[in-house]
């Protein structure tokens, strides 16, 4: 199987290096606006190639995209058109419902899949599971240090409670999280986001609960940020190897 890799970054560069050592992955294609940041993970993994999009489509199986949103909007279809699978990191691209509605039609039309890892949230089995009856109600709870949230505050303090899609325009920082969780359970327009500004808290916390005829879900996940990009958390790369794992490996633990 090859592999493209849209965006040489911290996540983009960690599934590269972990690409590079699985024996199902014959060749790496690399992209990324910024040739230095390519160049420098090319000369690190053993299969890579450097390619503009445009040209590596035709050599690839799947493409993995860790650059930004625009680079969804930029190559999602094609990449989809051109019969690839597309593993998406930028999930907040999908806040746009006209654009995620023609990527799923273009995956349906040409029997391809959109994967979107968990990135830096924990709990989303269990609300894809839970979505399959009635959800009640979906909550993300977002708890981050008041500097990291732009703010002073000197105690525990809600800066933000609304829905998830009211959230991402004036939380940016968030909006993979919320679109993800979003897209699992009950929407954009109905998934409730509180995003708090804790004095005592050092890394990035995120709770989601869930009520419905299921039970009750509480999961909880306290990130430390990727060594290479403080703006992400480093289990963000984790769960991408991990569905790049399931992509490429024949036993699925769903
Ligand atoms: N799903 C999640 O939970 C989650 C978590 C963390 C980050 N992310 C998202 O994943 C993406 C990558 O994160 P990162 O921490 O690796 O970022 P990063 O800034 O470390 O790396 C991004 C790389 O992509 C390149 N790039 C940007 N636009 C491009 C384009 N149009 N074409 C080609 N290359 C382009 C940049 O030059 C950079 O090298 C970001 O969009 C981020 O918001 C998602």
Request: charged share 25%.
């Amino acid at each position: 199987m090859n592999l493209g890799i849209i965006g040489c970054g911290a996540i983009g560069s960690d599934v590269a290096r972990a690409a590079d050592s699985m024996p199902d992955i014959d060749a790496i294609y690399l992209c990324d606006t910024n040739k230095t940041a390519s160049e420098k993970l090319c000369k690190q993994l053993k299969k890579a190639h450097i390619e503009p999009v445009e040209r590596f489509l035709a050599h690839v199986d799947v493409v993995f995209e860790a650059a930004s949103q625009q680079a969804v909007h930029q190559y999602g279809m094609k990449t989809l058109e051109a019969g690839k699978d597309l593993i998406i990191m930028s999930i907040g691209s999908l806040f746009d419902d006209a654009f995620r509605a023609h990527l799923i039609e273009a995956a349906r039309k040409h029997h391809r899949r959109i994967y979107l890892p968990s990135g830096a949230v924990c709990g989303i089995d269990g609300v894809v599971a839970a979505n399959v009856e009635k959800l009640d109600s979906v909550t993300l709870v977002t708890t981050k240090s008041p500097v990291s949230l732009g703010t002073s505050v000197d105690e525990r303090t809600v800066v933000f409670k609304g829905t998830a899609r009211e959230a991402v325009t004036r939380f940016p920082r968030n909006i993979n999280v919320a679109a993800c969780l979003s897209l699992a359970g009950v929407g954009f327009d109905d998934t409730k986001v509180e995003i708090v500004a804790d004095p005592v808290e050092t890394r990035i916390n995120h709770k989601i609960l869930a009520h419905g005829r299921f039970g009750r879900l509480r999961a909880e996940v306290e990130n430390m940020p990727h060594p290479d990009n403080p703006q992400s958390s480093y289990m963000a790369s984790l769960s991408a190897i991990a569905t790049l794992r399931r992509v490429v490996n024949p036993l699925q633990i769903a």
